[in-house]
């Protein structure tokens, strides 16, 4: 147990490195860099799985993502996500924090939720990598870090009679998606665009299922 509470505070110590006034100094700019020792450590079992054909360390990134959060101040949150697609998902959330319209509950690593993807979403937290199957056993493109969650609760995802999460049970049909609550994700708005400039697609155009809260690189 104390091994575990000293991991768990070295980690909070590296991801709280970029906020306040060195995020001011860096003009709030999304950053990517190798993921450091401690949070490799602290992912396995977690967010990357040994049983799993998880994708290697080096072919992962942690981003340090500036957002706004449900009151309008300047934080900076932490993504897991592929090398390959660092830059776009760096790209479209610069655009989303420089244009001032939108904003972001909370964004931890999933890993502080012992990688358990509907306690993260309970939790309202936007995340990305998670290395684990969907419900039908295929790999999740989070699996691959290749998809981004955003504020699931007022973003939720929708299958039949099954809201994830009970939280997002407000949110999850076409009327209750007004434009002005705080949190929601519609389509047109600048977090649909900014990731489509980037080439990823909203789970918000699914057909048989929705996924309010999902963005992939190639729509999965």
């Not at 909203?202 to 999902?214: E, L, N, T």
Request: net charge neutral; with cysteine; proline share 4%.
């Amino acid at each position: 147990m104390t091994s575990k509470i000293h991991c768990l505070r070295a980690v909070a110590l590296l991801l709280s490195l970029v906020t306040g006034a060195e995020a001011k100094a860096q003009g709030a700019k999304a950053t990517a860099g190798p993921i450091p020792d401690a949070i490799w450590a602290y992912m396995q079992g977690r967010s990357w799985r040994a049983e799993l054909p998880c994708p290697g360390r080096e072919q992962l990134v942690l981003l340090r993502v500036p957002y706004l959060d449900f009151d309008g101040n300047s934080q900076t949150g932490s993504l897991i996500v592929a090398r390959s697609v660092a830059n776009a998902v760096a790209a479209a959330f610069q655009e989303i924090y420089d244009s001032g319209k939108f904003r972001i509950y909370r964004m931890s690593l999933i890993d502080e939720f012992e990688g358990d993807d509907a306690r993260s979403m309970a939790a309202n937290n936007t995340s990305a990598f998670n290395c684990r199957t969907t419900d039908r056993g295929a790999m999740s493109r989070h699996a691959y870090g290749m998809a981004v969650d955003i504020n699931p609760v007022q973003n939720p995802y929708r299958e039949g009679n099954l809201t994830e999460p009970e939280a997002g049970r407000a949110y999850d049909e076409p009327y209750k998606r007004r434009r002005d609550i705080v949190g929601i994700i519609v389509d047109g708005d600048v977090v649909t665009r900014a990731f489509a400039r980037q080439g990823w697609r909203w789970g918000g155009h699914w057909k048989r299922s929705i996924d309010y809260q999902h963005f992939s690189n190639d729509g999965h």
